[in-house]
């Protein structure tokens, strides 16, 4: 039977470059899915499929420097979480990742080499990639890799690079070594390098689909995507999670988990009252999902604790509660407490006042007779 | 002596915005604290609880919200009682005689409140911060609301708060102020019998039909 979409996808796409990435070992079934995840996830018209697929076919691959500061190791984890072909090796396979500390087989004087090589040779070309945030204390001697401080890498590697995407909460606002009282004074890449084109890619660790899809874009329109107030792109950061959400059914309806595995939560119902901050957070995970879209935390039963949004560890916790804590009224005042309190303390005073006024004579004006006109 | 006379004081946008607002606080309040604390789980997904509740904050924020400017527009227009400076007792020296008198008579050191048409001066300067109450409980649920679309008319003109204070900061604050003017509302409904018994000059009645028994004498 004659299906329109396949016909639309394959004619969009030449077949030398269908042909071309057979060889590779990628089928035309996966490449063509790729290419349309791509489009989708960057909200293009199909259209632009054989476009992307060019772009990613050009011989002149941009190096690759992935560097890590204060961070964990999860954004790299969610990169390289692959068991099978996927789009993100696709684009690992076809960057050429010059320089990234956890996979790359150079290691010490060999590996900082290759780095200068690139910086020097592709000064302008390469994408610098960051996980992790940089810290200002103490001249920068928290973090040092081959003698030289996190700072300056950033300032150097950044700052000659086509672009920087920063990936995940760390090195796009800091995140949680960033946290109050944030000891080691760390900071966002934009902040400790301000010159750099930066884009931020949050997440605690950030979605694999979006570092792929950010720079697929790159590659295809030689720019980086429109982006939002914190630095976002658009594509992935423009929608509230809370709008997604696949309980927000549960959620306009009035049926809400009270506690972890009580009736409600295990019929799916919203987390909003076990403190979901979908409302709050603007990310794509309902709809790309986490791991080839098999689950993300809202679908797995608990709430979003915002970490995509600046400041995450501080603005969005107690991360079970909805609200924060009423500043300066001790641990256990929620603003609701309060409130009941204040209603309740000023209907007592006034009914105290009013008991007294009462009892109290000879207060009232004069009592005199309206003028009869 | 003379008798006592009738004066209107009250204009109707004065009367109407006030009882608009009495009504738009009260949905608000109860909507907004369910927003807050939706304190009924409904038993099946057929009910759309929180969804008409939202309707309704939204609906009345708007009513709420239109009240406001109104009255602002009125403080230009309106008669000597509905004006800026019937709000600012502080700014003369007959005001502060007011405000030490009328704060005498409340704290019990004296028998006698001091004579005004209008409103008295503690009840004025508590209008004042009641109004920026309203303003920022509008500014900041705008600013909340608008998040529904990045680049809407609401975000981009409120949408700037939401980094500056926090959106957990703005909604922290919108839910206090609710409170606040829920103790407001006591001391309102409170002070108004009080100076209604007190007073005999009608004051209860006045927010209704606008008119105040005034005391020529007094004046
Ligand atoms: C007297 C006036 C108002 C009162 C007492 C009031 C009260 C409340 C309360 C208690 C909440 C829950 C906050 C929380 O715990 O997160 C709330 C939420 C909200 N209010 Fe208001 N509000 C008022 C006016 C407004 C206005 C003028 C707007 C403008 C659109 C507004 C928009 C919102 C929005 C968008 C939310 C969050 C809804 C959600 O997250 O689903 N409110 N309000
Ligand atoms: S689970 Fe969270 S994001 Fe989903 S509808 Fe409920 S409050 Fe919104």
Redesign the interface.
């Known amino acids: 039977m004659h299906d329109p979409e396949r016909s639309l996808q394959e004619g969009s796409v030449s077949e030398e470059i269908l042909q071309k990435w057979e060889a590779r070992g990628v089928s035309r079934r996966d490449f063509l899915k790729f290419c349309s995840v791509m489009t989708a996830s960057l909200a293009l018209p199909a259209s632009f499929m054989g476009q992307i697929a060019e772009a990613i076919e050009a011989d002149n691959r941009p190096p690759v420097i992935w560097m890590e500061f204060q961070g964990c190791t999860g954004d790299s984890e969610a990169f390289l979480r692959a068991n099978q072909p996927t789009a993100a090796e696709l684009i690992l396979d076809y960057l050429s990742v010059d320089y990234h500390e956890t996979i790359m087989a150079a290691a010490g004087h060999q590996a900082e080499a290759a780095k200068h090589k690139t910086v020097e040779e592709y000064k302008g070309k390469y994408i610098a990639i960051v996980e992790g945030s940089i810290p200002m204390g103490a001249g920068g001697a928290y973090c040092t890799i081959a003698g030289d401080s996190a700072l300056n890498i950033a300032r150097k590697v950044c700052g000659n690079a086509a672009a920087t995407i920063a990936v995940g909460s760390c090195s796009s606002y800091g995140g949680i070594p960033a946290a109050a009282p944030n000891p080691t004074g760390a900071v966002s890449v934009s902040e400790a390098v301000p010159g750099a084109t930066v884009i931020n890619l949050p997440g605690c660790p950030l979605n694999a689909e979006n570092l792929t899809a950010a720079i697929v874009h790159f590659l295809t329109f030689k720019k980086l995507p429109a982006t ?3 630095g976002r792109p ?1 594509f992935a950061y ?3 999670i809370h ?1 997604n959400c696949e309980r927000r ?8 988990a ?1 506690g972890f595995g009580d009736a ?1 939560h295990r019929q799916g ?1 919203c987390l ?2 076990l403190g979901c ?1 979908g ?2 957070t ?1 990310h794509n995970c309902p709809t790309v999902r986490y791991n080839e879209g098999t689950s993300w935390p809202i679908q797995a039963g608990h709430g979003c604790i915002g970490c995509s ?3 995450f560890w501080d ?2 916790t107690p991360f079970y509660r ?3 804590q ?1 500043p300066g009224f001790g641990i256990e005042a929620t ?2 407490k ?3 309190g ?2 309740a303390a ?2 007592v005073a ?2 105290a ?2 008991v ?3 009892l ?1 004579k ?4 004069d ?6 006109d | ?6 004066r209107y004081v009250w204009e109707w946008p004065v009367r109407l915005t006030h009882w608009f607002n009495v009504i738009a606080i009260i949905v608000l309040s109860v909507t907004g604290y369910y927003i ?3 304190f ?12 008409w509740m939202r309707f309704l904050h939204f609906v009345f924020a708007y009513v709420f919200a239109i009240s406001w400017v109104v009255r602002i527009v009125w403080m230009f227009f309106g008669n000597q009682y509905a004006r800026f400076p019937a709000f600012a007792p502080w700014a003369t020296r007959e005001g502060w005689k007011h405000i030490v008198g009328t704060f005498n ?2 704290t ?1 050191l004296k ?3 001091p ?1 005004v048409v209008g409103h008295n001066a503690l009840a004025a300067m508590a209008y004042s911060g009641v109004f920026v109450l309203f303003l920022i409980q509008i500014v900041s649920g705008f600013a909340l609301y608008g ?2 679309q ?1 680049g809407s008319f609401w975000d981009s003109a409120f ?2 708060l939401l ?1 500056m204070f ?4 703005l ?2 604050t919108h ?2 102020i ?3 003017l ?2 407001f509302a ?2 309102h409904v ?2 108004g ?2 100076m209604d ?5 009608g004051v209860m009645g006045s927010i209704f039909g606008g008119y105040k ?1 005034i ?1 020529p004498d007094e004046e």
């Open positions: 939002d107030q914190f658009k423009g929608k509230r709008d059914g549960h959620f306009d309806a009035g049926q809400y009270e409600g119902w909003y009252k901050k409302p709050e603007f949004e600046p400041q603005t969005m909805r609200l924060p009423v603003a609701d309060l409130g009941l204040l209603a000023t209907a006034f009914g006042h009013g007294a006024s009462a109290r000879g207060d009232e004006t009592t005199k007779v309206k003028k009869e | 002596m003379k008798a006592l006379e009738l807050g604390d939706p009924v789980s409904v038993p099946s997904t057929n009910s759309y609880v929180m969804g008579y409340y019990f028998k006698k409140v004579y998040q529904f990045p949408g700037w980094p926090g959106n957990q900061g909604r922290l839910h206090i609710m409170w606040l829920i103790g006591i001391h409170y002070s019998w009080l018994t007190k007073e005999k000059n028994f005391d």
